[in-house]
């Protein structure tokens, strides 16, 4: 074990969290990197920041956002309906907010990643557009949000639906083009690949050189997600 988290503490891998369970982790996983998996319930509560104190100084630490706002709605930083998009933003807000209170704890950077699936009928290179319009808006030095690449069959509220955003070669070439950085789950790569009958190997040369965060699971099929490696 202890070879196993050497090699991980080197190459700087680590394992999702909650905030409720971080401690217990923490101290059996001890790989010194961890990835904050958030609710919106604990986005929004006044005791988000009582972890910070709790962080070894010494940890490198990340933030995943919810996928979901409070009643049953994706987070949509660019929605149409102003009441989403403003709630979306809120949340946001407030996890960059977390995010830079960790920052000063550790002294070093706390990316945050994103499930941005939402199109609300547009056209793909409209919504991408706006999208990093904001979320370049809000980035900074210490803190950067990374959209995840996702799968065309995402598992939301119980069920499986298709997204048409952040899975395709066309967001590929949009990308790459505009060399932006994303996080790249490779388990939501391969799902998707295999929608588009196409290689995952040759879709992660394409975006190797964007990759500023890294998702690690197996897949199987165009569904079946986070299976272990």
């Known amino acids: 074990d202890q070879k196993i988290f050497n090699y991980a503490r080197k190459n700087y891998i ?9 401690s217990y982790y923490s101290n059996i996983i001890k790989t010194s990197t961890y990835e904050f998996h958030l609710s919106y319930g604990e986005v929004l509560s006044k005791d988000l920041h009582q972890v910070v104190d709790s962080i070894d100084s010494n940890y490198l630490i990340s933030l995943h956002l919810p996928d979901y706002l409070p009643g ?46 939402q199109t609300n009928n547009r056209s793909r290179n409209e919504v991408l557009d706006d999208l990093f319009d904001y979320i370049n808006s809000n980035e900074s030095s210490e803190i950067n949000i990374y959209p995840q690449w996702l799968p065309v069959y995402a598992w939301y509220f119980g069920g499986s639906v298709k997204l048409e955003l952040f899975n395709s070669e066309n967001d590929i070439n949009y990308l790459i083009k505009n060399s932006i950085n994303i996080c790249l789950d490779l388990c939501h790569l391969a799902l998707s ?37």
Do not use: C, M, T
């Open 193 to 229: 690949a295999k929608y588009f009958n196409a290689d995952w190997r040759d879709w992660y040369s394409k975006l190797k050189p964007i990759i500023g965060h890294f998702h690690f699971a197996d897949a199987q099929g165009v569904d079946g997600e986070g299976l272990p490696i």
């Open 14 to 22: 680590g394992i999702p969290v909650r905030l409720h369970d971080y």
């Open 72 to 117: 049953n709605k994706i987070i949509d930083p660019i929605s149409e309906n102003k009441s989403d998009r403003n709630d979306s933003r809120l949340l946001i807000s407030k996890a960059l907010d977390f995010a830079k209170a960790i920052s000063s704890r550790i002294n070093n950077s706390v990316p945050i990643v994103g499930s941005f699936s």
